[in-house]
């Protein structure tokens, strides 16, 4: 009797650790941290930058002259030629077609100047490392942001279901983005 009741309590610890473990169920989220992260950039040589942040989750999108769903942002410094390439992309909240709105631009290093001033200028640095993703959810919400400088140091962070992007910041970039685009 003893052993049957030993057995019994190791295949209910067994089986309620397997499913304590799984890290891949729906709405489960895994959070990494780079504890080396620089919290100050020093360089101003901007040489590119990979974000796409959505608005489906923030408060006042409109009023700020922007619209519901994903916005890209992506450039290039060529170091050598000082040319400047990117593209600017839009899709509307809960599009999913394969169609968006996209741009492909080409402009000077100047470019990259006025990118910087608007990544210093907002609160990004302090998400730098953070990354956050919950299983189960669209992508709809969230964003993932990458700026890189000519010194080696860079800023990455991502959340699929916050956007740490505040509506200013959005803003200033869809303008700078598509005063090249126009």
Known sequence: MKRILLSIMGLVLIAGGCS????????????????N????????ELVSLNCDAST????GVEEKGLKYGRYYFKCQ???????????????PEHDYSPDMTEYAFE????FMTDLDTIIKNSTIISYNGE????NGIPD????SFKAEYASGE????SDNQSNHLSLDTMKELDELFLSICK
């Open 140 to 143: 709809d919400f969230g964003y």
């Open 131 to 134: 990354h956050s993703h919950t």
């Open 107 to 110: 402009t000077d290093s100047s």
């Open 56 to 59: 489906a989750s923030l408060v």
């Open 37 to 44: 992260a620089s919290t100050k950039i020093e360089s101003t």
């Open 77 to 91: 410094l060529d170091k050598e030629t000082g040319k400047v390439t990117g593209t600017y992309g839009f899709r």
């Open 20 to 35: 304590c473990s799984r890290r891949n169920e729906n709405g489960g989220t895994e959070v990494t941290q780079d504890k």
């Open 154 to 157: 860079v800023i990455y962070c």
